[in-house]
């Protein structure tokens, strides 16, 4: 990890925080996890602003429309940088696939990036949990200590966007300590990663189109292959990373509503300021 470098890196998903490459991966995912399975077709939609130190520097959105054995999901991002540190730009994902088991079976990822810092193009296709082709562009040489990919890291892999299923069974609530009980394994086109979560509290959420319960689950990275271990190393021992699970109506799911990261400059937070979880609501942009 840079301390002195926080910016978007090309490797991962665009709904993140603008922190350092090995931070990012983790806040890629957590938040591009917004494709959600329903027993009927459910929108979702939502708004967040990011945050550093309590400073904003950024704001995203997303928007899902899922129906019983499908689902399309998009995020976009906007950074706005306030220093040298941190980057200026848009990002945006798009992925689609089905639902089985309430379980994502991914078919297609798009990931664009274009900041001060970072340009990146990657595509991907996807069938039966497995990479069928992909591009990332720019090509970057690999590095002397960097892990090497196989054919095997690109089997039985989630996208970033399509890595957020907390699908809880049964017929009880869902914001219970079993919604936190997974891990998924994630490839972003570039890097192979484990995102694992355990249940940590129960809070009451507040925001602007949703009040209620959400859970809270403490979050973990664990580097697999595609990556340098002396840049991953400090993201794999972080303990100070959670994530708020706010339940979709209509359905056993669960999305993200609050990301919490630790960094070397600061909290990085992703913090709700208008959630539309399972009910009609405007598209939520990034084009103010």
């Given amino acids: 990890m840079r301390p002195c470098r926080v910016a978007l890196s090309g490797s991962v998903g665009p709904g993140v925080c603008p922190v350092s490459r090995s931070t990012l991966p983790v806040a890629a995912a957590l938040l591009s996890c917004l494709a959600v399975p329903a027993l009927a077709q459910e929108r979702v939609s939502a708004r967040y602003e990011i945050l550093i130190g309590g ?16 689902y399309q999901a998009s995020v976009s991002l906007r950074l706005s940088g306030v220093s040298r540190i941190i980057a200026s730009g848009r990002g945006s994902a798009m992925a689609s696939g089905r639902i089985a088991g309430g379980r994502a079976v991914p078919a297609n990822y798009t990931l664009t990036l274009a900041t001060t810092q970072q340009n990146d193009t990657i595509r991907m296709a996807m069938a039966g949990g497995s990479v069928r082709s992909h591009s990332a562009e720019p090509e970057r040489p690999a590095a002397a200590d960097q892990v090497p990919l196989t054919a095997g890291h690109r089997q039985g892999v989630l996208d970033p966007l399509s890595a957020g299923f907390f699908f809880v069974p049964g017929s009880g609530p ?17 890097q192979r990663y484990d995102l694992s979560f355990s249940f940590a509290r129960t809070e ?18 664990r580097a697999i292959a595609g990556h340098r271990p002396a840049v991953t190393a400090p993201m ?15 359905t056993r799911a669960l999305v993200p509503a609050r990301i919490a990261i630790r960094t070397p400059v600061g909290m990085a937070e992703i913090q709700p300021t208008r959630l539309e979880l399972g009910a009609p609501a405007t598209t939520a942009s990034v084009s103010r």
């Fill in 174 to 190: 869902t914001t219970v300590a079993e919604a936190c009980a997974k891990t998924f394994p994630v490839f972003d086109g570039r």
């Fill in 204 to 221: 009451t959420l507040k925001v602007a189109g949703y009040e209620g319960p959400a859970v809270v689950c403490n979050a973990r990275y």
């Fill in 55 to 70: 400073l904003q520097v950024g704001i995203a959105g997303f928007e899902g429309r899922v129906s019983q054995d499908s």
């Fill in 236 to 250: 794999e021992a972080n303990r100070d990373m959670q994530i708020w699970l706010a339940p979709v109506a209509g």
